[in-house]
């Protein structure tokens, strides 16, 4: 956020940012330009400067300093902040970028604020107790309210790599034990036969573009994102299959381009084992078959213009309205799928590779037990 409305913010690098609007004499374009300083006054300073038509050579980047090591392993000067700076900064070259982000996002807003200026070696197992727990009991940004177990556990994931990173820059002896975090996995629902008959039934009398994107998350298992990055050209029906190699999301923009400050990216699936080879029952390869279109375009849209997540859940909810099914999330369309190949026996192994999970006990703490029980039910009803 801009400090005092001057559009000039702290980075999760310990960076000031100023932006100022440029409008190319040339064309009337306009972008932003972001200028850097190692504090509010001069990274306010160097944009004046840059305004009056001065020269403002870029900083370096990353703004922190280089962690202590050797003879200074004992640094009782060391920040919180610092040490987050420099484990971002050797993270972003290794991850995705919306891994990066999403890293940034949970160190500027969970992080930083209560521990930023903590000196790294202070930070002791008492203390991170104390932060899980005020996390976990009012942690929600927004309205300082309860956040999800489920949350705390990945705020306390990133703390807990960034304090061995710490570690093995000699900045800190040993890491702290981080306490230890009940989590209790949400039960998984699924459409009833009832509800599922009905939205297919609803889907073919009402069928357009998106519709296709119901029908291949519920009979191949696919993710949101995923469905909305779908093209024509990822289907083989020769084979009766369909490859899922990319996936669409909105992630927060780092560089400030867009006024929107978040963009539309398309990128590979969330886990290298998400990249996968769903196989098609022939109903379902024949229906597609029919209906496909140019291999460049999205099956959600009919069209080279993709549909983000937000749209594509916007829509669904809708159609489930209209088809007066309750409101269900979008993702208990692949939690069906899985439910309904365990019941007719097919393979936990083969399960798995067609959900993209990275290991088969995923796949059986997820879905194996509870289709068992329910098959339990339906035999003794």
């Given at each position: 956020m801009g400090r005092h409305g001057e559009n000039i913010r702290q980075r999760t690098d310990g960076r000031w940012e100023a932006r100022t609007l440029v409008i190319s004499p040339e064309s009337g374009a306009k972008h932003y330009k972001c200028i850097y300083g190692r504090s509010y006054r001069e990274a306010k300073q160097r944009r004046e400067a840059f305004l009056r038509g001065q020269t403002v050579p870029d900083q370096a980047t990353p703004g922190q300093r280089?962690?202590?090591?050797?003879?200074?392993?004992?640094n009782h000067d060391v920040l919180f902040s610092e040490v987050a700076a420099s484990w971002l900064a050797a993270k972003q070259p290794l991850v995705k970028e919306s891994t990066y982000i999403h890293y940034a996002n949970q160190v500027e807003k969970h992080l930083l604020p209560t521990l930023g200026t903590v000196p790294v070696c202070e930070i002791d197992s008492a203390m991170l107790e104390t932060f899980l727990t005020d996390k976990r009991q009012s942690g929600r940004l927004?309205?300082?309210a309860p956040l999800s177990a489920n949350s705390v556990a990945d705020i306390k994931v990133i703390l807990t790599q960034i304090l061995k990173y710490a570690r093995s820059h000699g900045v800190i002896p040993a890491v702290p034990?981080?306490?230890a975090m009940s989590y209790i996995r949400p039960r998984i629902h699924v459409l009833s036969r009832e509800e599922q008959e009905a939205l297919v039934n609803y889907v073919l009398e009402h069928e357009a573009p998106f519709t296709l994107g119901i029908l291949i998350a519920l009979y191949a298992g696919l993710r949101i994102g995923e469905v909305c990055a779908l093209q024509w050209g990822d289907f083989h029906f020769t084979s009766g299959t369909v490859t899922v190699n990319k996936t669409v999301m909105r992630i927060y923009d780092m560089n400030g381009e867009s006024a929107a400050r978040t963009k539309i990216l398309i990128d590979k699936p969330k886990t290298l084992s998400s990249l996968r080879t769903v196989p098609l029952v022939d109903d379902l390869a024949d229906y597609f078959?029919?209906?496909s279109g140019k291999d460049n375009a999205f099956i959600v849209t009919g069209t080279e213009k993709l549909m983000e997540p937000r749209v594509c859940l916007d829509k669904y909810k809708r159609l489930l309205r209209r088809a007066g099914l309750p409101d269900y999330n979008f993702h208990i369309l692949r939690h069906t799928f899985a439910t309904r190949?365990?019941?007719?026996g097919v393979d936990v192994k083969s399960l798995s590779e067609m959900m993209g999970h990275a290991n088969v006990s995923v796949t059986m703490q997820r879905y194996v037990h509870?289709?068992?029980a329910l098959k339990k039910t339906r035999s003794t009803s």
């Open positions: 280089q962690l202590p090591t050797g003879e200074n392993r004992e927004a309205a300082s034990q981080c306490p078959s029919a209906r190949c365990i019941e007719k509870p289709s068992m």
